[in-house]
């Protein structure tokens, strides 16, 4: 089945302790994305990648880190977690840019 | 920073209604979004229209990208239960570059009433 996976689902955490979320997809898609979503502000983009080795920033990068050494995959890295980066994160990838995106599950983070 | 503004940001109706959900910027896109997201779910793409003034139908939806490419309408006619959800628009930003950015709206939580 074509999907994106993304874990954790959930995740709880405290402030300064690094963690990973991980993002897979099976589709062989070029373009992969990190959002975050809060209430009232919808999704913002964290950081994107075009390609494998070629990442850049989106609107909120401040905090995050991410790597794209596969095609698949796509970590997203918290160094040093803070409150403000409790939120419900969403990972995308498609077959390049500007074609559809699709959507992992989602995972919720709460940083306390 | 680009926005995109969406309004309502709720509604509540009772079946056999219609309703026009708006998304509005003072930035140019290269094309526009439409998603539903389902509780607990990522977004689904619904729709994505390109050209200015494009309109584009989907059963009882109908979207369209104004003619400058900086703002857009979803009109849903006979608003069913099912129709229930959160519905965001995302304009796209090609840079110099080549490369893709997405600015979503707010959204606007949708219910239907039976």
């Known amino acids: 089945e074509a999907q994106v996976t993304q874990n954790p689902r959930y995740l709880i955490t405290v402030t300064g302790k690094k963690l990973t979320v991980t993002c897979s997809q099976n589709?062989?898609?070029?373009?992969m994305s990190w959002y975050r979503q809060d209430p009232g502000l919808g999704l913002r983009q964290i950081y994107y990648?075009?390609?494998?080795?070629?990442?850049d920033k989106g609107d909120v990068p401040e905090g995050y880190k991410v790597s794209r050494k596969e095609k698949r995959n796509f970590p997203l890295i918290l160094e040093s977690p803070s409150p403000n980066q409790t939120s419900l994160y969403f990972c995308?990838?498609?077959?390049?840019?500007?074609?559809?995106?699709?959507f992992g599950p989602g995972t919720r983070l709460t940083v306390l | 920073t680009q926005l995109l503004e969406q309004s309502p940001q709720f509604l509540s109706i009772q079946e056999g209604e219609n309703l026009t959900v708006y998304c509005n910027s003072s930035?140019?896109?290269?094309?526009l979004q439409w998603y539903r997201q389902e509780p607990g779910e990522g977004p689904v793409l619904l729709v994505t229209?390109?050209?200015?003034?494009e309109v584009k139908k989907l059963k009882r939806l109908t979207f369209q990208f104004g003619d400058a490419r900086k703002d857009s309408s979803l009109h849903i006619t006979a608003a069913q239960p099912g129709d229930t959800g959160l519905y965001l628009c995302?304009?796209?930003?090609?840079?110099?570059?080549?490369?893709?950015?997405?600015?979503f709206g707010t959204g606007t939580r949708l219910k239907v009433l039976a």
């Open positions: 990648s075009m390609n494998v080795e070629v990442t």
């Open positions: 229209v390109v050209t200015g003034g």
């Open positions: 995302a304009g796209e930003v090609v840079g110099a570059s080549g490369t893709y950015k997405y600015i």
């Open positions: 930035s140019v896109f290269s094309s």
């Open positions: 995308a990838s498609s077959l390049a840019g500007g074609s559809e995106q699709f």
């Open positions: 589709m062989n898609h070029e373009y």
